[in-house]
């Protein structure tokens, strides 16, 4: 595995989403990546759109210093009643998203082997099997797919999960995995600033302890810099508590020499509701247009807008 900073992508900006299908540009994708080199070498890709392929292209091309953890978007299999935002299909659907998911498996595996130097490992799912995901598959076909794709690949392969599920349900599938991926969100469960920290600990211990030996990364972990008050207290949402929750997480995920990808580069408008001040819009070090929010503004000095485009607290 390598080291060093690293980052969760998604590119989309105004007008652009993956739930329509229109892509970021190779033209934007590429301004992202040189603005993003500065700081990291490592990224993060969710699914193997035409944007992952677009951002292999540029690196490639433009022989970046960058390696990808690249994920594969799976569907749902399976009704789950108890996702709180609709996470119930017709069983046409649901046959239709397994098939989908096939197709999505082998984009995955030839964009693997299409790019071994800079695709360092494959992720198999995200958040799939959490309580409250909209996209559940059931975990004995996600040992499936995990073997399907460690058949088809060289490189390490894991999947992606909020730390809950590696507690309990996912033991069987950890024994298939060459490390373990999970997320974790101290402000998404209310947690004031001063036990952030702490928090996000003792998350990835409560996992890390049951599977000695086994490696564990962080594969997503933020803070939210506006919320309606929609899952965490509205005014921990801010721009002022980003940047220390960012700093504490990296001086000691350095220490530990444990990789981590910081959730996320940049604010993505085209999710969540409607509502401009959902929360899952808000998590980006950068706002969508690609000016630096409060906790990179010492990094790029000269993109910093004159004042923040957040209000704080």
Known sequence: MPSGNAICYSGYREGQSPDSRVYP??????????????????????DC???????????????????VMLGAYLGAEMNNFGCPWGGTYSEEK??????ENQAELQRLIELANRYPRI???VAVGNEATVDWTDHYVPVPQMIEYVRRVKAGVRQ???FCENYVPWQHKLRGLVQELDFISLHTYPVWEYKHIHEALDYTKANVHSVASLYPGKPVVITEA??????????????H???????IYYQDLMDWTRAEGLLCFVFEAFDEPWKGSADPLEPEKHWGLFTVDRRPKLVMQP???ELAPPATTESPA
Do not use: K
């Open 25 to 46: 540009s190779v033209a934007q994708i590429r301004e992202d990546l040189h603005l993003l080199l500065r700081e990291w070498r490592l990224l993060r890709l969710y």
């Open 237 to 243: 949402a801010v721009q002022e508590l980003q940047a």
């Open 94 to 99: 649901l046959e239709a998203s397994r098939l």
């Open 222 to 235: 933020g803070w939210c810099t506006n919320s309606n008050g929609r899952g965490m207290h509205a005014e």
């Open 119 to 121: 695709v360092f490992s």
């Open 156 to 158: 390490p392969v894991t």
């Open 49 to 67: 759109s035409v944007h992952a392929e677009r951002v292999l292209q540029v690196i490639e091309e433009d022989r970046l210093p960058m390696q």
């Open 299 to 301: 990094l790029y000095p």
